[in-house]
């Protein structure tokens, strides 16, 4: 069974600073796609990045880079130089047989 | 482009009720998936259409079902309402693609049901 796992509830960052939101996985399938999508307050949900589990290099979106480690199954979110406008939930997801979300982080942008 | 619609984005309905919620996808998307968003149990997959067929099912009751049609928008109904199905409902839409796919969904604003 497809599982994903964010385990932290709530992050805070000081603004400009660099912030790792964290997410493992566990599937038996050699084929997945990994998403992260923010949810701000007013509650639509943004898809940020997308890394495939045959890609080679991790992605980058602007401020934004997935660190792969395919082995230890996880797939860590980095937002570098962090903005105000960052304060949010993240979700990491996983597209396999079905799209399962992790539970979610909260992050805090302090300036 | 317009986006993922949802309609109404507000609800309230009594216990027993039956409730039909509508999404319209991103013109060119075929498929449409279902989530239910609640602060307990978090973003859980109800279920994904693609032309007319439902692909795959979530871990719900089968008072929840959907529908999607020939224009590609879709409706999930569910029947006699329970206090727990108070929720945020989100409609996503993508362009199909397989397990590998780097497509992602887009996402509407959401349904918020609130059951009485």
């Known amino acids: 069974a497809q599982k994903i796992t964010q385990t932290q509830p709530g992050m805070f960052v000081q603004e400009k600073e660099a912030v790792t939101l964290d997410c493992t996985y566990d599937?038996?399938?050699?084929?997945?796609?990994l998403f992260w999508y923010k949810q701000p307050s007013s509650g639509e949900m943004i898809f940020l990045i997308y890394?495939?589990?045959?890609?080679?290099q991790n992605a980058t979106e602007g401020r934004y880079s997935l660190n792969f480690q395919k082995a230890r199954k996880s797939a860590n979110l980095v937002i570098s130089a962090s903005q105000l406008g960052d304060s949010a939930m993240y979700f990491c997801?996983?597209?396999?047989?079905?799209?399962?979300f992790g539970a979610g982080t909260r992050l805090t942008v302090k300036p | 482009k317009a986006g993922v619609t949802q309609t109404p984005r507000y609800l309230i309905k009594t216990r027993g009720q039956q409730v039909t919620l509508s999404c319209s996808p991103i013109?060119?998307?075929?498929?449409v998936s279902w989530y239910q968003q609640t602060p307990g149990q978090g973003l859980q997959f109800l279920f994904e259409?693609?032309?007319?067929?439902?692909?795959n099912k979530g871990n719900f009751p089968g008072r929840f079902s959907g529908r999607q049609f020939s224009n590609s928008r879709s409706e999930m109904n569910v029947s006699t309402l329970e206090l727990g199905d108070s929720a945020l409902y989100l409609c996503?839409?993508?362009?199909?693609?397989?397990?590998?796919?780097?497509?992602?969904?887009?996402f509407g604003d959401g349904t918020r049901l609130s059951i009485l």
């Open positions: 259409y693609f032309s007319e067929t439902q692909r």
């Open positions: 997801a996983m597209r396999g047989y079905d799209m399962r």
């Open positions: 890394q495939g589990s045959y890609d080679q």
């Open positions: 599937t038996s399938d050699p084929s997945y796609g």
């Open positions: 013109s060119g998307h075929r498929s």
């Open positions: 996503a839409s993508s362009s199909p693609g397989g397990r590998n796919s780097n497509q992602p969904q887009h």
